[in-house]
């Protein structure tokens, strides 16, 4: 009977749901400035070795404008673990955009990260898509925050007549970017895949993938 019980309990273990961690994993330590250097192979860095100093964790990459002068219209700094290795084990990430007017930051996901969108300066229309494709997209103005979850489809646009800025803070010290229309047209998915999901001709979708195909 013991016997019995204790089988029934490990299937009952076996199919209950489990509890996971959605973002990236709690740090073990105080700190663990990532060696970017080292060859060891981890889902994050090792960290370094020696003792790390004040300076490893303030980094200075925000504080200049970033060219705009590009067809979105858009600066952008990114600081990420790559460019700030304090960040590493602390699941976060923070990104400087600079907008001209009309600037635009195409729809995208951070496929690891959910982002606070802060605006600092200027009046910007974003807005996110969830997965039953429902836009959620308001105006953002100056001092105001708007939150994108995890993973989903959004985009920012510079709605105001002069230039714009605003910082991104994200949930992940390695959140990722993949934009949308790269993804879908300049990934290399087959043409016939493209006309189908699109609902257009091959010399249509010949056209649309034109901007996005390296060029030979």
């Known amino acids: ?16 749901p489990s509890t996971t961690n959605a973002y990236d994993s709690d740090p073990l330590q105080d700190t663990c400035v990532a060696d970017l250097k080292s060859k060891l192979s981890v889902n994050g860095y090792p960290c370094k070795t020696s003792p790390p100093s004040a300076a490893d964790f303030v980094f200075k990459g925000l504080a200049t404008p970033a060219s705009t002068n590009n067809a979105n219209g858009l600066g952008a700094v990114f600081g990420v673990v790559q460019a700030f290795p304090a960040l590493n084990t602390l699941g976060l990430s923070i990104a400087r955009l600079d907008f001209a007017k009309g600037g635009l930051v195409p729809p995208h996901t951070h496929p690891r990260a959910s982002e606070l969108f802060h605006v600092l300066e200027g009046t910007i229309y974003a807005g996110f ?8 997209a308001a105006t953002v103005n100056k001092g105001e925050v708007m939150a994108f979850p995890k993973g989903l489809i959004h985009f920012q646009v510079n709605a105001g007549n002069s230039t714009a800025l605003a910082f991104a803070s994200l949930s992940s010290q390695s959140p990722g970017f993949q934009l949308v229309a ?7 998915i087959p043409d016939g ?18 901007p996005f195909v390296p060029k030979k």
């Open 1 to 16: 009977m013991a016997a019995a019980a204790v089988m029934l309990l490990l299937v009952a273990l076996a199919f209950s």
């Open 129 to 136: 898509i969830t997965t039953d494709n429902k836009l959620y």
């Open 182 to 188: 790269n993804a879908l047209l300049g990934s290399g």
């Open 193 to 210: 895949v493209l006309s189908k999901t699109l609902f257009v001709g091959t010399n249509v979708v010949d056209k649309l993938k034109a």
